[in-house]
């Protein structure tokens, strides 16, 4: 089975600069999927950046880009210039390739606000 | 742009009732899910659902629960005897046939079971 990790619960950063959020995970796979998610306080589940395990490039998506070390199974998430409508509940996650029904498996979460 | 609905926003219930939980997924896809979110906690997957049938359930998805897609666009769950822990941010989601099989997720249900 697999399993997801974000050890940081809460962090805090000011608009404009730079945070990184933290993710480790545990699976047998060589083959899957990364995702983070952002939950705001609206509850709405977002989808921010995408990795695939066979991709050695890091993903980019403007703000917000990854940084995939696969041997150590760490996948953190970088947002720069931080802005207020940054502040969410960020979810990593886990998905088996392979088919088109596995389950995402998610980390508990980190709750980032953005400060003025 | 194309997005999965889910009625209703908020539900409250008496423990012991049933309720079902509507989804509408993107309308060209075939894989669909529940999720559901205790106040704080993570999210969990409940059920995958594709071609009729169910593809895989975790071990909270257990004989009260059941889901059915009755027509070509609603996705439903159905909890027949509610409890106090079943409340919760219930999140349907859909995947169509991209490579990277990307799951869209709806607005999501609060369930209160009171």
């Known amino acids: 089975a697999q399993t997801v990790t974000q050890s940081q619960p809460e962090m805090s950063v000011q608009e404009a600069e730079t945070v990184t959020l933290s993710c480790t995970y545990d699976?047998?796979?060589?083959?899957?999927?990364l995702f983070w998610y952002k939950q705001p306080p609206s509850r709405q589940m977002i989808l921010v950046i995408r990795?695939?395990?066979?991709?050695?490039q890091n993903a980019t998506e403007n703000r917000f880009s990854v940084n995939f070390q696969k041997a150590a199974k760490s996948f953190s998430l970088k947002i720069s210039d931080s802005q207020l409508g940054d502040t969410a509940m960020y979810f990593c996650?886990?998905?088996?390739?392979?088919?088109?029904?596995?389950?995402?498996?998610f980390g508990k979460g980190t709750l980032l606000t953005v400060n003025p | 742009e194309p997005e999965v609905t889910q009625t209703p926003s908020h539900q409250v219930t008496q423990m012991g009732q049933e309720v079902i939980l509507r989804c509408v997924p993107i309308?060209?896809?075939?894989?669909f899910y529940w999720y559901r979110q205790i106040l704080g906690q993570k999210v969990e997957f409940l059920v995958s659902?594709?071609?009729?049938?169910?593809?895989?359930k975790s071990e909270i998805f257990d004989d009260q629960f059941s889901v059915e897609r009755p027509d070509g666009s609603n996705f439903t769950l159905k909890i027949r005897s509610t409890k106090l822990e079943d409340s919760a941010m219930y999140f349907c989601?859909?995947?169509?046939?991209?490579?990277?099989?990307?799951?869209?997720f709806g607005p999501g249900t609060r369930l209160t079971v009171t």
């Open positions: 659902f594709y071609n009729n049938e169910i593809s895989e």
């Open positions: 990795q695939e395990a066979y991709k050695q």
């Open positions: 996650a886990f998905r088996r390739s392979g088919g088109s029904n596995y389950k995402l498996t």
């Open positions: 989601a859909s995947t169509g046939q991209s490579t990277s099989y990307e799951q869209y």
């Open positions: 699976t047998s796979e060589n083959n899957y999927y």
């Open positions: 309308s060209n896809h075939l894989y």
